[in-house]
């Protein structure tokens, strides 16, 4: 029985498709096939993330790390818990992703990097805790 191939790496040679992070998780963007005639216009990493977008908890969220960060020392860090805390109040848990998907759109803009254990880690695969810092 005959299988089909999968397309090959020289379909999208790596130089003539650049690195992308989802303008609503930060995550980054992996490249897929499918992708390939609209590749410039791809904004989201998922369905979800489509639907999910920015909004104005997510614009707080990244202010108030960037005030959080401002009132500190230029090489303090911070949690994401304590931008969640700052807006949510009693409910701040459940801003906890969104705070850290905010960390990730500042990284990606070039705003802030995520640590753990003192060194700088991908936010796109950073699991558990995680610190804020402004870039030195």
Sequence with gaps: MAHRQRASASSDPAGERSEKTCASCGRR???RAKWADNWDAVKYC???C???RVDDTDR???DTIGTLLAARAQDATTCPSDAARAIGGDEWRDLMEPA???ARRMV???ELQITQGGSVVDPSTAKGPIRLRRPR
């Design 29 to 31: 963007i992996e490249w």
């Design 50 to 52: 489509r639907a999910h």
């Design 46 to 48: 998922s369905d979800a």
């Design 60 to 62: 707080q969220l990244e």
């Design 108 to 110: 990606a803009r070039g």
């Design 100 to 102: 850290r998907r905010a």
